[in-house]
Structures are given as C-alpha cells and as structure tokens.
C-alpha cells in the first residue's frame, strides 16, 4: 500500500496544479445543511411545511431559503443502520436530485466522532497506523466511487470530523506534537478522493474557530508532516467558540497562513428554550450569545451575523448543522439506541415542533 500511496502522491503532483494563494471570498458560494438525520425522520413519518405552511420537501424549502450544498455524514457500520453506506447512497441521490451539491463527511467511526472522542470502527480495531492508513484509503475510494458510478459523485469530503488533537484514536492520536501518524492517514484519506474524482475538494475538519492558537498547532503541524487538503473547515458555535470579531480574526489568519480556502462546516442556533421530547436540550439560555434572544427572529438574525462574517472574512461558505432534525419520537441520538434516545438539539433545528419551517431563516450569498 505504501507504494501505492507513493505513487499517487507523485501523480497528483504532477496532474493537480498548485493551488493558488486564499484571496477574499467575493461571497459565500457553499451555502450548507447537513441533513444526516433527515431519511430517519421521513421513514418515522415526519413532515416539513414551507414559510406558508404548505407541506413540501424538506429540500425544497431549505433550497427556497437560499441552501444550495447538503452535507451528509457517513459512519462505517452504525448499529442504528442510518448513515452507513446504503443510506448515504441512498440520500445522494435524493439530494442530487433536487440540483443540491453534496459534501461527504466521513467519521472513520461506527459512531460520532468530534474533539471528544474518535473510536475506531469495529472491524478496524487492533490495526496498526499501516493498516490503518490502508483502510481509510480503501473505504474513502469505495465510498466515492460507489457515489460517482450512480451518478451523485461527491463535490467536497471532509477527511475526518472536528479531529482537533487527531483521528482514528489511538493510533491517529497526535501525541506530544507528533503529528506524523494523523497526517498519514489524511494524506490516505486525500489521495483516495483524487484517485476516485480529481475535482472533488477534500477539507481538513476541526471545531477550532475560538482558538487561533490551536488552530495554528494543528494546522501548522499537519502541514510541516506533509498533510493536503483544497479547504480548512471550521466548526463554529458562538456558545463555545466565542466572538463573532475572534471568529473573523480565526478566518482570516487561516485562509492567509494555509493559502487556502476556508468554510464554517457546522453552525446553529436556538429557536426556542422549550424542549419538545424526554431528553434535556443541550442549549437552554434565553439568549445564549450578544444578548440575542433563542426565538424564530433570533435563530435568523444570528445565522445571518454568522454568515457575513464568514463572507467579510474571506470564507466561502457556512453549513447549518442538522436544520430538519426536530423531536420525532424514534430519531434520537445514540447509534445503538436511536429508538429510545432522544434528541437535544430539536430547538436548534429551522424547523419548529409542527415542522414548519422557521419563516425569518435565510442562507445567503
């Protein structure tokens, strides 16, 4: 595999040419919903209505309020049989269908992966960083192939979700600053996607748009290991992450230091502190961020400051984070207990209790 992977390096060197410097975004061109829950949701029965109350598609009413990109994560083998391969394949084609571009981000999990945790899937468990580097060159190339011969092949990955301090733990954990292990696998992970579709954009995931310090740590150190990727991502809740002014200062050394461009890969906002199942919301302040309340007008009026700031800032797009995903009884959280779980994150859907879409809501350019 190492000769493999040698090989494809010296290729794409030669075929890819260099990318030219990150200049100021002329306008957020990847506007973004990550819609991973939705085909539980329609299976449970749930319905979407538009700002008139029409029932319709949950894709036409989020392309109505200005969505052109849907972000699909996709977990190995997830014991809930949501988000594995046949369902993501499945999804794709829905949302190809309706003129969406799509992003595919890969957990390298059977289960979430974020800056807390990042289990290896089952059947990778006890391969070493060879093997490992071998599997995620593996699985990326069949997934996207598998996209790209039914004719939804991916516009951009992400290799990895929110890796702050690395992937696939423990052997892609970035130990002491030795960032040789995880730069491996993405290195795998980029080279599968341009082997399967050169044009595809692969992007470098963390949740690190509050800390320009360990954005520069991790970047920095993945760059000096010979990591590639086309677009830095960043996930960016202003009730963890800060400022709207930090994440400006965030995006900007970024898309300057790496010469590359930038996108918010997640973002949201409560509509409401009222909880709508069993399970504890995980934002209950009335105005969790610049005094800005947790109603309809809020959740808009704080997405909107979002967005020009990323746009003011040279990024090129934001993704709202799970917009459809309202308290359906059925469609919890847990991968293992998805019937019985439950959902925190209902009030920060765009759409309410009755699955109306929040009217106030807009993706802009």
């Known amino acids: 595999m190492r000769s493999v992977l040698a090989i494809a390096a010296v290729l794409a060197a030669i075929l890819l040419p260099a990318p030219a410097p990150a200049s100021a975004s002329a306008g957020l061109s990847m506007r973004g919903a990550d819609v991973s829950t939705l085909p539980r949701a329609l299976d449970l029965g749930a319905r979407y209505y538009d700002v008139r109350g029409h029932r319709d598609n949950p894709y036409d009413i989020l392309k109505q309020a200005g969505v052109n990109y849907a972000r699909l994560r996709i977990w190995n083998d997830p014991t809930s049989g949501y988000s594995n391969k046949a369902q993501v394949l499945k999804q794709a084609r829905a949302i190809k269908a309706k003129g969406l571009k799509l992003l595919i981000d890969f957990h390298y999990s059977d289960t979430w992966a974020d800056p807390g945790k990042q289990f290896t899937p089952a059947a990778w468990e006890g391969h070493d960083l060879t093997q490992l580097t071998k599997d995620v060159y593996d699985y990326t190339y069949d997934v996207c192939t598998s996209l790209k011969r039914q004719g939804t092949t991916p516009d951009s990955v992400q290799i990895g979700n929110e890796i702050n301090v690395g992937m696939l733990w423990p052997a892609g954990y ?46 920095d150190g993945i760059t000096a290991a010979g990591a590639r990727w086309d677009i830095t991502a960043l996930s960016y809740y202003c009730m963890w992450h800060g400022s709207l002014a930090n994440l400006a200062t965030v995006i900007t050394d970024v898309r300057t230091r790496y010469a590359k461009p930038v996108v918010i890969a997640e973002t949201a906002y409560p509509w409401t502190t009222e909880n709508f199942d069993h399970l504890e ?85």
Request: proline share 6%; glycine share 10%.
């Open 174 to 219: 970035v130990n002491n600053s030795e960032f040789g292990p995880v730069s491996q696998l993405l290195t795998a992970g980029y080279d599968a996607t341009k082997a399967c579709h050169r044009p595809t954009n692969v992007m470098v995931h963390t949740a690190l748009a509050g800390n320009i310090d360990a954005a520069h740590w991790f970047y």
């Open 281 to 365: 919301n995980i934002i209950l302040t009335p105005a969790p961020c610049d005094g800005i309340p947790a109603t309809p007008q809020g959740q808009a009026r704080q997405f909107r400051a979002v967005q020009e700031t990323a746009r003011s800032a040279g990024a090129i797009g934001v993704f709202y984070w799970e917009p459809t995903w309202t308290a359906i009884d059925g469609n919890g959280w847990d991968t293992e207990d998805i019937a019985n779980s439950g959902n925190a994150w209902e009030n920060m859907a765009t759409f309410d209790d009755g699955g109306r879409v929040n009217p106030y809501i807009r993706w802009v350019k």
